[in-house]
Each structure stands twice: as structure tokens, then as C-alpha cells.
């Protein structure tokens, strides 16, 4: 029983992780259409930056973990935006229906590589701000830096959420999701806002690898899988769903730290791809996702 | 205030003004109306920049604005209510008004009193004000529709575009429109109205343009066009 509890435990901190940043595909998604195929690489970016702040990798710490990370944030802003204005931008203008695809993919490629240079190609420990030392609870032994990702990416996705429903910048970003057109003749800049929600993407990526990097390892390739199961969990919990990809997440999660201690650690990453598969052929549009209905 | 001089647009190859002028004074109601296809819907989205222009030129107060982007043009001061209503639909009636408010509420606009004409224009739609909390997409598509003229309003325009105010409402819906308009007009609004109810469009317009296939067929006071021979035999015929 307090295995199972702790296998849950583990699970959901790393559904969470998922969750953000299938966050963040849903955010270029809502407003653009066009997805970031490079968030695997915004997270290890982060994770690297934060690293060589907030580590001893480049002659530091300079920093600390808590102060790192709203540079961290600013950094994954101003490199999300970088990839719409040169990777998206012209694909979306020249109305190029699959430009995005390959230049987000093609972007995501060079700063892997840029990172393998800068950073080496070995994976690198994180120095975790908590104690290491695991917390008992009910017989389950849970790290500290694994409740500070639920809490963490719990933060993030609400303090998202009540900027689009509260201030007038927020509202404008839903508007352009729902209607561009008229978002523009409401005086929204929509290309701006566009430019906006990579900034935002890539930062909430970006705050995922600092997340998560204490309790994995750093390195220039700790991106690509995590972006490749979290644009999963995005599918299945649907692209326009803010708690499908948090189910979604925690799902993918769970089943994937059940299985790799009851069947085997080699067959870990199979159920995720099994719901997949299943959920597109059941519900393609996502287990929460919606068809959205528009009044003519 | 406003003023098209031979305007050109298209839709990819096909082009479809072929050279229309037209002019909106300050304070005045100019009403736009044509058979179905003729291209009033298209005069508009270029007058607010929903599409580029070909050719020609649009002069806000004398400033050319031709090409610019739509939200460009917002912050100078032309509101549009668009043909199909175009709501946000998930979001709230009020959330809906203060988008249209959204140039004064980012320093795009001079911000004058929002809140007050927020209340104001609830005032003149009462039936907005009950659903002041509503999503926007469970409205009537008659409450839609006056929450897109609302929301127009909330933008303090220089010139304010309606496009089809009118459509697919009921009778009795039709005459609150008109006569909202008609308040407008006296509040000193200037306007440029897109009709199919070209005998009511006249009946409150100072000045009335009537289009056929992208050029600008017949013109004058709208008084005028109301008793123009050929002008009653095309479009007010049917007894609206
Ligand atoms: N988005 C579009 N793409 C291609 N062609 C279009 C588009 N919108 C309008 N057209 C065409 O342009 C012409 C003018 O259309 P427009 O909508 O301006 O007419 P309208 O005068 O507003 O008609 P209605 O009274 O039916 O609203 C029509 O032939 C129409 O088929
Ligand atoms: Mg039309």
C-alpha cells in the first residue's frame, strides 16, 4: 500500500511537469494555431541557465535557486519569442500551412546543439534547494522537490489562468484565441500577442526544467523526451483544455512510474503511447477537448 | 471626417471594388446599401483594415489610413460592428464591452471615463445590463447583436461602422435597433450604416449610397434616394 501511495505520489509530481508544458503547447496553439515542436528544448534551456546560476557548472553559484528562477522565466520569454518572430512569424504570414512544423523542429535542433557545445553532451547534477532527505507520509517516502513541483506548476497554471480572466491583457489574449479577426478591431495588437503566448510557452517550459532538473539530471538532452510525452499528454488531455492536460498529465504520470515498478522499467514509456493511441481513436479532439461551437 | 476615394479590394485574384468613393461628414448618418454581394460588407473590412485595399484612398480627418492593420486603425478611432456579430463567445457580456474599450484601457486611446460609458451603454441596451455576467456565445443572436454595436460604442469612435445591425433579428428587435440608432445620431455620432432595410436606413440617414457589383451605382440625400424612381423599383420595393 505505501508503495503504491508513493508510486502515485511520484507519478503525479511527474504528470505535473507534463502538464506544464503541454500548458504551453496549448498557449501558441489557442492563439496562433501553430504549436512550439521545440519545448522540449525551451525546458532543457532553462534547466541549463538555471543551472549555470544556480550551480557550480560555470564558476558559480552565483545566485541562488529561489533568485534564479524569475530569470530563468525572463530568458525562456525572450527565447520563445525569438522562435515565433524567426521560425513562426513568416510561416504564418506567407499563410504556409506546415512552415512552422519543420522550422520549430529545425529550431529546437540548433539549440540542442548549441547546448551540447556550450554545456557538453553529459548530464550534469542539479544542486536541489530543498533537503534531500524524503518526507513520510503514510509509510510513502516523498522528496520535497517533488511536492515543490506540484505546488510550482499548480502556481503557474492558476497565476495564468487569473491573468486571462482579470486584467485586460489577459482578456485580449483569450479574444485573439477565439476570433483574430475581431480581436484586431478591438485595437489587439494579434501579432504581438502571438509573439506573446511563445514568450509565454517557452517560459513556462523553461520553469518546468528548473523544476525538474534537482530531481533528474541536466543535460543537453533531458528536453527531447519530456516535450515529445508532454505534446502526448496535450493530445489526450485535448489542445484546448486546461484540466485535460492536467489529467492528462498526471495520468501519463502515474502509469508510467506504476509500470516501470510492477512490470519492468523498459516498458515505462508504453502505456502513455497505448492511451494515446487509444484516445485518438475514441475521442481524437482529446478526453476534455471540445469542438468548439461558434454562433453564426 | 471619412472619406473613400475609389477604392479597390479583392479576395485573392478576384477583385471585387472597382473604384468606390464615398464620404461620411462629422455628426453624420451615412447609410450603404445594395443587393446581396454588391460589396458593402467588403467597403467596410477595408475602411477598418480587415483587409488590405488594392488601390484607392481612405482618409480618416484627412489622415490617410489605407493599409494600415485593423488594430491600427481601431486606435485611431473607427469602430467596427461587424457583419455575423463576431462576439466573443466565452467570454462575458462585460468582458465583451470592455474589449471594445481596449485602445482606451492600454494607452492606445485616450482613456476618458470607461467605466461611465460602460454604464452608459448598458443604459441604452437594458437587455445587456441583466445579462451583464453572461457568456457572450448564450446570448439570442438579437443580444449578440446589440452587444456588438455596444461593444463598437465602447471605443468612443470617431466613426462608427455598422454592418447589418439589422440581421436575422424579429421585427419588433429591428425597430429597438433603429431607433438606438436614431439616439446615437442625435448623441452626434457619426456613422456609416450597412442596410437591408434600405427604407428604414433612409428614413433615419442624412446621406445614402447604393452599390451594385463593387462601384457606387446612385447617390444623394437620403431624403432624395427615398422618392427616386429607379432606386424604389430596386430596393425598397417589399414593403419593409
Ligand atoms: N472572404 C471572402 N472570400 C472571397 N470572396 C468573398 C469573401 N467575402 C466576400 N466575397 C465576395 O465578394 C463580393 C462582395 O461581398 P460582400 O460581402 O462585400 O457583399 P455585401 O454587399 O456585403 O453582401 P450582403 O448584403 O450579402 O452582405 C461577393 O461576390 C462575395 O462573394
Ligand atoms: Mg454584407
Redesign the interface.
Known sequence: MAILLQLLLSGVALGMIYAVIAFGYQSTFATSGTLNFGQGEALMLGAMVGLSMAGNVAGGPYINYWAMIPIVLIFGALQGAVVERIGVRPAIKTKSEFGWIMSTIALGIIFRNVAENVWGRDDMPFPSPLPTDPLHIFGASVLPMELLVVVGAIVMMVGVEIFNRRSIYGKAVVATSTDRDAAGLMGINTGLVITFSYALSSATAAFAGVLIAPITLTGASMGAVLGLKAFAVAIIGGLNSGLGVIVGGILLGVAETTTGFYISTGYKDVPGLILLLLVLSVKPAGLFGKSVIKKV | MLEVKNLTAAYGQVSVLHGVSLKVEKGQLVTLIGSNGAGKTTTMRAI???ISPTGGEILLEGKSIGGL???QI??LGV??S?E?R??????SVK?NL???A??R??F??ERGDVEGDLDRALDLFPRLRERKDQLA?TLS?GE?QMLAMA?ALM?KPEVLLLDEPSMGLAPILVEEVFHIIKRLKQEGVTMLLVEQFAAAALGVADYGYVMENGRIAVEGPAAQLQNDPKVKEAYLGGGH
Open positions: 477598418s483594415g480587415m492593420a485593423s488594430h481601431s486606435k469602430a467596427h461587424p455575423g463576431r462576439v466573443f463567445p466565452t467570454q468582458d470592455l474589449l471594445g481596449f485602445s484601457l492600454t492606445g486611446r456565445g443572436g449578440q461593444r471605443l
